[in-house]
C-alpha cells in the first residue's frame, strides 16, 4: 500500500499545498471545458434542456469511484487513509435542500463560480458575494445552529459509506452504481432529444 | 464514428462494472496506525481501564465488553479474571482470531501480567479500528488493588469509605488476604457505585 | 477569437473524474470548494476582531489565537481552480466579459438573485460540510452516505425550486 502518497511519504505541508493548487487548475479547467462557467447552462439542467450537469457529474463520480474501488482491491490505495466526509444526516439533508434553493436560483455552485469568476462571467462575481454572505451569517449565528450542526439533531452517523451501511462489497455498490449511471446516461440523450436538443454550446 | 466510440464507453464499463462486482474490499486485517490519535489517547491515558473500573463491570454484569487474558494456557488456567477468555498474545494477533474471536462492536479489555504485553497488542488492535483498552496493572495491579485492597493510613472519611467499598469488592471476588481489621469510624460496607465507562475524547473534524 | 463549443460532457466528466482520483492519489483529500471561502471570511474576521472569533466555536476551530485559516489546501487548490478555468476560457475563446440570465430579467436584476442564490448556498453548504464539490463529488466517488443522500436531496429540490423560479431562465 503507498497511497495516499501524501500519508505513506510523509510529505510536508508546503507539497501539499502546491499539489493542491496544481490540481485546481485541472480541476478548474475541466469544469469550464464541460461549460460549467455559464450560469444559464447550469440552470438549464433543472428545465431538462441541457442535461450537462448530470452527466459530467456521473461520469466523473464514478470514473473516481471505479478508480478507487480497482486500486483499493489492489492493495494500493488506503481508503482508510483517504478522506471520506462524515455523515450527520439530518444537517447534510437540511443543508442540501437549501443548496438546491441556492442552486436554482443562483445558478452556480462554489467551484463553477470561481470558474465563471475566471472567465469575466459578471454574475458569477456576485454569486461569491453571496457565497460570503451566507457562510459569514451561519458564523455568526453559529451558537444557535450548534445542536442541528454537530450536536444532538444533526444525526451524527460517523464516517459511514454506503457499502458498509449495506453490509457489503464496495465492488458490488460500484459495480450497481456503474450501470445506473449508465443508464442515467442514456435516460439524458432521450430527454434532451424531448425537449428539443435546446443544448446551450 | 461517434456512436461507435460511445459504444466501445459503455461495453467497457459495464465490462468494469462486471469485474467491480467480484473484487475484494479493503483487507480487514491491515492496520492503520493514527499515530498522532494514539499519541493523544495514550498521553491522556484514555487507553487504559483501572481494576477499581473493571471490578464495577463485572459486578454490575456489564456485557458491553469482552475481557481477554493474553497470557499463556498455563497461566490462564493457574488464576484470571472472572469471565476473561484466554486467547495467548502470539495468538491474538492471527487474522482469523480479530476477525472471528474478538467482537468489534464491543469494548475489548486485554491484560497481560504486567502491561507491557498488553501495550504492545494495544497498538496493534487500536490500529485495526478496535475500541481497546488495557487492565492498568495488569493480573498483579488486579490482585493488589482488588483482591486485597490496602488499608488506608491516613482515616479520612472518604479513604474509609473508599476502603470499605474495596473490601466489599474483595469479598465478592473471593480475595484472599482481606485485612479484618475495622476501620476506625465503623463505617459500614457501601454498594459499590453504578460503573462509569471509560470517556472517549470526541475526534475533531477536517 | 471565435468561441469554440463546450467540450463533450462525457469527456469532461471523466477528465474531472481522473483529477479527483489523482487528488484522493497523492494528498489523500478530493477536491473542495465552500471550505476556502470559509476560511477567507474567518481570516477578514481575525483581522477585524480576533477576539470575536477566538469566542465563537465554530470560527475558532479556523482561526482561534495563531490558527491560519488559509494555509490550508482548499484556499490553494481554489487559486489552480481560478488559473485552470482562465487558461481553459483564453484556448477556448470564452474569456470575455458576459452577464448571463435568463431572456425575461435584466442583467442587474440577475446580480441581485446571484446574491441571494450564493448567500442559500452559502449557508446550506456550512450544515452540508461542502458544496457541490467537495461534499457531493469527493463524498460521492467515495461512496460516502450522506453524499448519496445529500445528492438526491439537493437535485430534487432544486428541481423543484427551479419550476417556481423559471422566470428567472427561461
Not at chain 3, 20 to 49: C, M
Request: net charge neutral.
Amino acid at each position: 500500500m503507498f497511497a495516499p502518497l501524501s500519508v505513506y511519504f510523509n510529505w510536508s505541508n508546503g507539497i501539499d499545498l502546491l499539489v493542491s493548487f496544481i490540481i485546481g487548475i485541472g480541476f478548474g479547467f475541466a469544469l469550464e471545458q464541460g461549460g460549467f462557467g455559464n450560469s444559464r447552462k447550469l440552470a438549464m439542467q433543472f428545465y431538462f434542456r441541457d442535461l450537462t450537469v448530470l452527466k459530467v457529474m456521473f461520469s466523473a463520480m464514478v470514473t473516481a469511484m471505479t478508480g478507487i474501488v480497482f486500486f483499493t482491491a489492489f492493495g494500493w490505495l488506503d481508503t482508510n487513509s483517504m478522506f471520506i466526509p462524515q455523515t450527520f444526516i439530518w444537517a447534510q439533508i437540511l443543508g442540501c435542500a437549501i443548496m438546491g434553493v441556492g442552486f436554482a436560483i443562483g445558478g452556480y455552485c462554489p467551484g463553477t463560480s470561481f470558474v465563471g469568476l475566471s472567465t469575466l462571467k459578471m454574475d458569477a462575481l456576485f454569486f461569491i458575494i453571496g457565497l460570503f454572505i451566507g457562510v459569514f451569517l451561519f458564523g455568526e449565528m453559529f451558537p444557535i445552529l450548534e445542536e442541528l450542526y454537530h450536536g444532538k439533531y444533526s444525526g451524527n452517523m460517523g464516517r459511514i459509506t454506503l457499502y458498509e451501511f449495506l453490509g457489503v462489497r464496495p465492488g458490488i455498490i460500484a459495480a450497481i452504481i456503474l450501470i445506473m449511471a449508465i443508464g442515467a446516461f442514456w435516460g439524458s440523450e432521450k430527454i434532451e432529444e424531448k425537449f428539443g436538443n435546446q443544448i446551450i454550446q | 464514428m461517434k456512436l461507435e466510440n460511445k459504444q466501445i464507453a459503455v461495453y467497457t464499463a459495464i465490462l468494469l462494472a462486471i469485474i467491480m462486482l467480484f473484487l475484494p474490499g479493503p483487507d480487514p486485517s491491515k492496520v492503520n496506525l493514527d499515530l498522532q490519535l494514539m499519541a493523544q489517547i495514550i498521553g491522556n491515558k484514555e487507553d487504559h481501564v483501572t481494576p477499581g473500573e473493571l471490578s464495577q463491570w463485572i459486578i454490575a454484569g456489564n456485557n458491553d465488553y469482552q475481557l481477554i487474558d493474553i497470557r499463556s494456557k498455563d497461566e490462564y488456567d493457574k488464576g484470571h479474571i472472572e469471565g476473561a477468555i484466554n486467547i495467548p498474545i502470539e495468538n491474538l494477533l492471527h487474522k482469523n482470531v480479530i476477525t472471528d474471536e474478538l467482537n468489534h462492536d464491543k469494548k475489548i479489555v486485554i491484560y497481560s501480567n504486567g502491561s507491557s504485553h498488553a501495550s504492545q497488542a494495544w497498538v496493534v488492535l487500536k490500529g485495526l479500528g478496535l475500541d481497546c483498552y488495557i487492565l492498568e496493572g495488569g493480573y498483579n495491579g488486579w490482585n493488589a488493588a482488588v483482591l486485597n485492597p490496602a488499608v488506608p493510613s491516613a482515616t479520612t472519611d472518604d479513604e474509609i469509605l473508599l476502603y470499605a467499598k474495596q473490601k466489599a469488592v474483595a469479598e465478592y471476588f473471593g480475595g484472599s488476604n482481606i485485612q479484618v481489621q475495622k476501620p476506625a469510624n465503623n463505617a459500614a460496607p457501601v454498594a459499590p457505585q453504578k460503573p462509569q465507562g471509560v470517556k472517549k475524547k470526541k475526534m475533531q473534524g477536517c | 477569437m471565435e468561441k469554440k463549443p463546450y467540450a463533450s460532457p462525457y469527456i469532461a466528466g471523466v477528465g474531472l473524474g481522473l483529477v479527483l482520483l489523482a487528488a484522493f492519489f497523492f494528498t489523500g483529500h478530493g477536491l473542495g470548494a465552500s471550505g476556502a471561502i470559509t476560511r477567507s471570511i474567518v481570516a477578514v474576521e481575525k483581522v477585524i476582531s480576533q477576539e470575536h472569533v477566538d469566542n465563537n466555536a465554530y470560527l475558532a476551530e479556523y482561526g482561534g489565537g495563531d490558527t491560519n485559516p488559509l494555509n490550508n489546501w482548499l484556499v490553494f487548490q481554489l487559486l489552480g481552480v481560478i488559473v485552470g478555468g482562465m487558461l481553459s476560457g483564453i484556448i477556448a475563446g470564452r474569456f470575455r466579459k458576459e452577464i448571463n440570465h435568463g431572456p425575461r430579467i435584466t442583467p442587474k436584476q440577475r446580480w441581485l438573485y446571484a446574491i441571494i442564490g450564493g448567500a442559500l448556498f452559502g449557508f446550506g453548504a456550512k450544515f452540508a460540510r461542502g458544496c457541490t464539490s467537495g461534499f457531493i463529488l469527493t463524498g460521492g466517488a467515495g461512496l460516502a452516505l450522506g453524499a448519496w443522500v445529500g445528492m438526491m436531496v439537493m437535485f430534487a429540490v432544486a428541481y423543484i425550486t427551479a419550476y417556481f423560479v423559471r422566470k428567472l431562465w427561461i
